[in-house]
Structure formats: C-alpha cells, structure tokens
C-alpha cells in the first residue's frame, strides 16, 4: 500500500501565500510523476501542476507564474508554494502521485485533499 499525506491548506486573504506539502510512503520502488490538482465548488478537478522524477514541471495556464511545485526525491515529497493567490483559486487541493510499487507494479495514489479557501 501507499499513503500520501497532505498538509498546508487553510484560509487566506487574496493576494497571500500558502505552501502545500505531500509526503508519499509506503511501498513505494521509484516515484515517476508527483503533481497537485483542485477541485473548486461545482467544478470538475483539473490539474494544477506536476513534476517528474528529473524535475521537468507543467502548469495550468491560471497559475503559471504564482505557483512552483517542487520536489524532494529523497523525501517523497512533493510542494506547492502558491502566491498571489485569487478568490478563484480556493477550492480542495489533491496531491497525487504516479509510482512503481516494490513488487514493480504500476500505482497511482491520490491524496485525501486539502481545503484552500482564498477571501477577497
């Protein structure tokens, strides 16, 4: 089995910063691909942004350039510092992650979500 444990959400006045933390444990061989997605009230989830093993990193066109996700291989963490945020930007934040499992299976975990709620 694999966890994935989320921290760093909370309310926050537009135009703050929040930084997301997502620890992945377990039984985990290699991580490929660790990213961040949201689901904002009466919205589909969409991906935020995410990161692969060798650090190359994509982003929803919304956040570039307010947000950086970034990564600690060694940890099996991954982070989503968030700044200027908007209103439009509070929603649950999901970490996820894309693995291969010690028995080389392929797994993808999703994290129980994290609340941003961001006030005007």
């Known amino acids: 089995q694999v966890q994935l444990a989320e921290s760093g959400g909370g309310l926050v006045q537009a135009g703050g910063s929040l930084r997301l933390s997502c620890a992945a444990s377990g039984n985990i061989f290699t991580i490929i691909a660790m990213g961040w997605y949201r689901q904002g009230p009466g919205k589909q989830r969409e991906l935020v942004a995410a990161i692969t093993s060798g650090g190359s990193t994509s982003y929803a066109d919304s956040v570039k350039g307010r947000f950086t996700i970034s990564r600690d291989n060694a940890k099996n963490t991954v982070y989503l510092q968030m700044n200027s945020l908007k209103p439009e930007d509070t929603a649950v934040y999901y970490c996820?992650?894309?693995?291969?499992?010690?028995?080389?299976?392929?797994?993808?975990?999703w994290g129980q979500g994290t609340q941003v709620t961001v006030s005007s």
């Open positions: 996820n992650v894309d693995l291969w499992t010690v028995v080389h299976s392929r797994h993808n975990a």
